[in-house]
């Protein structure tokens, strides 16, 4: 008995497996596109949100009388199995194709067919019953429902990056907290600056993070514009007239997010602006989290012979040859993943540009650039998190010390003995290596109560 059955398209015939629920156009593209080895079904989000798309378009077929009651009820049924995350290892197209996603669209088009005539009672590719473009395609193209799909899935992917990236936040937030009377030199230009607390350091650290929940949500609305209806390049041939606009109803309805028609479908076809924004939106995040990453390594260097501020988890040997050696692994791995999100977000960039007349055809690798940077990101997000900044501690002698012994504290003084005064402190001080403490007593300038009272650490902070 064969494995496989004997399927047709435009090329001729081609043989598909029995059981796969795909057919003969996603075996094309399997046989075609060997290129990341990441897969639609690796991808849930995406695979549930076309999943969404198809089913608002099934319901909106329905309600303008061209779909049959008999099939839509199959075809909602199946739609619903796969946003229930059913299926999904039937969706194995490689995310970077040709053809501007017609693979991941038929894909979609030919399971959702196939599911459904199993449910009816027929074999699998008996398509004049359920047909993958005739009916689960009507009145779409894949020019519509392919970004409609990308668009969903950024949506709700955004939601899931914000909330790890919160946690991020709060762990951040707890160190400050648990950090706050832990006075240590602040640096400007890797020099002496100021005294600060390690706890203000940290604060900040959350402090830049959260400011990039609200770009993030705030950018991510830009996709409730989706051009459903337009079809293949917005004029909206082979649709109802009134398609766009309860399309998006349907699909605001079944996903509890605000989707609206774009206001001039021919544009928004091959428009691709909101990626392009959402992306750099990423990019920031990842050279924010990357600068927060070289702190963490430096702060801890050492132990001996470098700063020894903080102490970060030990999580592995660091040497094969140098015995005792620990490496900033979680540091370092999260730097390499924002290198990874900065590089995708110049690919997006160069992908948008690249639209050419009514459509964009390198959508697919835009699309793979924005998911794997969301994919990444979170899980650089809780590695970080878990590994990494919740079992920091601090070394406080160390950090009091620097404060002690460094010229830095000499910019407290200018208001009591002028700028010229204390340079002359601090100039004589890294000559001679006497502290800026001894020299101002030995040249008079203060008293010993007085410049007690000005250099205590905890007077040189800011009340805020």
């Known amino acids: 008995m064969s494995n496989y059955r004997i399927e047709s398209d435009l090329l001729g015939d081609l043989q598909v497996p029995k059981n796969a629920y795909y057919g003969v156009q996603t075996q094309r593209a399997i046989d075609n596109f060997h290129i990341t080895g990441s897969k639609m079904g690796d991808f849930p989000e995406f695979v549930k949100a076309i999943a969404f798309v198809k089913l608002a378009a099934a319901q909106t077929n329905y309600e303008f009388g061209l779909l049959p009651s008999q099939l839509l009820e ?266 990874k999100v900065i590089g995708n977000d110049l690919t997006v960039t160069f992908a948008a540009e690249a639209g050419q007349l009514q459509l964009n055809v390198m959508e697919p690798v835009l699309c793979q650039s924005i998911i794997e940077s969301i994919v990444f990101m979170e899980r650089a997000l809780d590695t970080l998190r878990e590994k990494c900044i919740v079992g920091i501690t601090a070394n406080k002698e160390v950090c009091l010390n620097m404060v002690k012994n460094s010229i830095g504290i000499v910019t407290a003084l200018n208001p009591h003995i002028g700028y010229k005064n204390s340079t002359k402190i601090a100039k004589e001080a890294l000559e001679t290596g006497k502290s800026v403490y001894d020299l101002v007593l030995e040249h008079n300038l203060l008293s010993k109560e007085k410049l007690d009272q000005i250099l205590d650490p905890k007077n040189m902070l800011s009340s805020q």
């Open 74 to 339: 199959p075809i909602s049924k199946v739609c619903q199995e796969i946003i229930d995350g059913k299926l999904h290892d039937q969706f194995p197209v490689d995310m970077i194709q040709g053809g501007a996603g017609t693979s991941v669209n038929m894909n979609a088009n030919e399971v959702i067919a196939n599911r459904a005539l199993e449910i009816m009672g027929y074999e699998r590719g008996d398509y004049q019953y359920c047909s993958p473009n005739d009916h689960i395609n009507q009145s779409q193209s894949t020019n519509d429902a392919y970004p409609t799909t990308i668009k969903l899935a950024i949506i709700r992917m955004n939601s899931s990056l914000v909330a790890h990236l919160q946690l991020l936040i709060d762990a951040f937030r707890a160190k400050g907290k648990e950090f706050a009377d832990v006075i240590k030199m602040g640096r400007t230009q890797l020099q002496d600056a100021v005294p600060m607390t390690l706890g203000q350091e940290f604060e900040a650290f959350a402090a830049t993070l959260e400011e990039e929940i609200a770009r993030l949500n705030n950018l991510s609305k830009l996709f409730l514009e989706i051009n459903m209806g337009g079809t293949a390049i917005g004029t909206g041939l082979n649709a109802p007239a009134n398609f766009p606009k309860i399309c998006a109803e349907k699909l605001a309805k079944i996903t509890g997010e605000d989707f609206v028609p774009a206001t001039n479908l021919v544009e928004a076809t091959p428009d691709t602006g909101s990626y392009v924004i959402y992306s750099s939106a990423l990019k920031r995040m990842a050279v924010k989290l990357s600068k927060i990453c070289n702190d963490l390594r430096l702060l801890s260097s050492g132990p001996r012979a470098g700063l020894n501020e903080i102490n970060l988890p030990p999580m592995q040997p660091g040497s094969s040859i140098m015995p005792g050696k620990v490496n900033p692994v979680i540091p370092e791995v999260v730097n390499q993943v924002c290198y």
